[in-house]
């Protein structure tokens, strides 16, 4: 998984070709490439591999997921909306593990940053009332659960939602 490094590696070789050529040919001839250059080295640092692991995640692949993620050295360099799939991505990952309480904190951030869509918030919201759920904290899991099933969704996140609002309705009775 050397991706972000060859795309490093191929940024900086673009700006050296451009400042040989500025040298040799003057800056009409080159300042493309050196825009190119920093365009993709700004890229890197913005966007990283978070949709990377996102979708290994979405397809099940968590130890691929978790290599992707292991390629961002400093998420809080990224735009808003990847920082909360990166944060989205390390939850879900933290809950695979059995992790609750970062699983918790890394997915309370994500929804503070904000998602793309309202499926995605569903799935967050959805995971957080499984967490509650799971250690025993019904109310407010039922709280979370509220909160997701007002937004829309997917037929099979619907599905997950109507699953844990039966075992929360047995759980409060």
Do not use: C
Not at 31 to 47: M, R, S
């Amino acid at each position: 998984m050397n991706s972000s490094r060859i795309r490093l590696f191929l940024a900086f070789a673009i700006i050296a070709y451009s400042i040989v050529v500025t040298i040799n040919f003057g800056i009409q001839r080159s300042w493309i490439t050196f825009v190119a250059g920093v365009l993709l080295i700004w890229l890197h640092f913005a966007y990283g591999t978070v949709w990377l692991a996102y979708k290994a995640l979405r397809s099940g692949d968590v130890p691929k997921a978790e290599n992707w993620l292991s390629e961002i050295k400093n998420p809080k360099w990224l735009r808003p909306s990847p920082k909360a799939y990166y944060y989205l991505t390390l939850g879900l990952i933290n809950l695979q593990h059995k992790d609750f309480q970062s699983g918790e904190k890394h997915l309370q951030l994500a929804l503070d940053l904000g998602f793309r869509n309202s499926n995605d918030q569903a799935l967050t919201l959805l995971n957080l009332g499984h967490i509650h759920f799971v250690q025993r904290n019904f109310e407010l899991a039922n709280r979370y659960v509220n909160q997701g099933s007002q937004l829309e969704m997917d037929e099979v996140l619907a599905e997950k939602y109507k699953e844990i609002g039966e075992a929360l309705l047995s759980k409060l009775n």
